[in-house]
């Protein structure tokens, strides 16, 4: 993240499909123009449009850290492995099962049985979720399909190119045999579409709209927003303009906001996540929270940390 990035100035789980329509801090197209062209992003809890107080989030001269958690739990995005991490926790076992938790698996992954969750099977690739569509290859109990374009090996290079195309096909395959379809732009892409760009990945890719082009297919869209987590301002910055993008396109929308345990770089703690949600939860529904393992798929992530989303969503235990 550049200096530029971390320049401030003063900016629901609902669970219900018109509740994207009614968000009251939503950035009209000339406010998001007005905050890219500005170099600054949104102070945490503060509306970009009015500069007023939203609902839920911290008030003007006070911090993330001294505000309390909303205490209405939003939608959690857990992978078969976290949400069996945490459903061990008796406390943590207590949230989820108010909450509405979407339970992500690899091809092939049996579902964890100790939470009732909507079952979503997750694809790199939109060719692959095709096949495994068309071919009858999910559990019987599947919610949705997940994409997951990204700028990595396991997204082939012409979907990356064309990421609007691509889920747009599988948009259709799924919504075919009744499945939701959600999809997970990663802020990478960028690299590929806008290459030789001199701005942070996170302008160009509002810059892009590609949250809002892919919301027109998509029932729920997920901001991979994790990388942006340790500067609130700038987290809060981009989930509100990308949530508005998603919203202006299709106001029935879910979105969901990218949280992670250890992302690559300098280790994150509970109150980095919390701060996150405090500044953001009036404009989405809920998270994903990451407690990535290292791989293929995520080789320079920290060494997992699972109790760091269990302090996170003890938060929301009270």
Known sequence: MTRSDACHRPARRNGSRTGAARRAVALSAAAIAGLLASGCSASPGSSAVTGTTAPGTTAPGTTGSQASVPQAAPAWLLTRSALSRLAA????????????????????????????ADLVVVFASAAALEKAVTAGQLPAATYGVLYDPEAWSFTPAAEQRDPVRAATQAAAVAHAHGLRFIVTPALNLVTVLNPGGQESRWRQFLRLDLVGRLALVADVVELQAQSLERDTGTYAAFVQAAAAQAASANPRISVLAGLSTNPPGAPVDSRNLTDAIQATRSVVDGYWLNIPGQGPRCPTCNSPRPDIAVQTLQAYAG
């Open 89 to 116: 926790d008796q406390g943590v076992h207590d949230v989820l099962s108010r909450s509405h938790i979407y339970e992500l698996l690899q091809p092939g992954q049996e579902p964890v049985t100790a939470v009732t």
